[in-house]
């Protein structure tokens, strides 16, 4: 199963933004979020799951000493979904690569004007780079009446669809939405581990005990749940779990 690797560019001139939105989605499953505004950036980051932040340093043309991008930067390391996640400064400045790998854990940074050829270097990498984050560390932001729930991966036990709601079920707890759809909460579910068993579910194979294969259904562990499934998602099933063991 191939997921979309999301990428964040965060830089204030439209020129250079536009260029590298555009040079950035030419690699193949990328997807693109580019603003030029810190809260817009945070939100985006919040309500999906960033693989790459490109990061301007210096938001504002007026001033060298406004180095905003530092500081979104500063507050993305503080959620721990984002700690070892690969960041890509854009700067100006003579010499920003003491503090930045100090104090960001930088992975790289990029000079303006931007060499392209670097560009295509630095995605390539990090975005390998980013596939060895463990799902076991990292959370899914879910937004509800105005409040921004966390949830771990490993702790979704599966996601219900029925009558315009999303129930997701989780070892401890369930949380409620609306108007949400099963893609929708699938494509941020990025993992191998989470299979659409039938149009209204999706599933954590971590906590399958069995794939009954005359009823067509699956068994969770400890009484957690069974589900039916199409004789075509069954086959997939049995491939996905037999390329995984």
Do not use: W
């Amino acid at each position: 199963m191939i997921h979309t690797k999301r990428v964040l560019i965060l830089e204030n001139d439209a020129t250079e933004r536009k260029t590298l939105t555009e040079f950035v989605e030419k690699h193949k499953d990328v997807q693109v979020y580019a603003t030029d505004n810190i809260g817009e950036a945070m939100e985006i980051s919040l309500r999906n799951n960033i693989d790459l932040f490109f990061v301007d340093i210096v938001l504002d043309n007026n001033s060298s000493y406004e180095i905003l991008g530092m500081e979104f930067a500063k507050m993305i390391r503080k959620i721990s979904q984002y700690a070892f996640t690969p960041i890509v400064f854009i700067t100006c400045l003579d010499d920003p690569s003491m503090s930045a790998y100090r104090d960001i854990h930088c992975y790289s940074y990029l000079g303006k004007p931007i060499d392209y050829a670097e560009v295509e270097k630095v995605v390539d990498d990090a975005l390998k780079y980013s596939n060895y984050n463990s799902y076991h560390d990292e959370k899914l932001f879910l937004k509800k009446d105005g409040i921004i729930h966390s949830i771990r991966m490993k702790d979704i036990v599966y996601v219900e669809s029925h009558g315009g709601m999303m129930v997701i079920h989780c070892k401890k707890c369930e949380l409620t939405l609306f108007y949400t759809s099963i893609d929708m909460i699938l494509e941020k579910l990025k993992y191998d581990v989470f299979l659409k068993c039938n149009r209204s579910i999706v599933f954590n194979t971590d906590y399958l005990k069995c794939i009954d294969t005359k009823q067509n259904k699956v068994i969770l562990v400890d009484g957690l749940g069974e589900f039916k499934i199409s004789r075509k998602m069954k086959e997939y099933m049995l491939r996905h779990i037999k390329q995984g063991s």
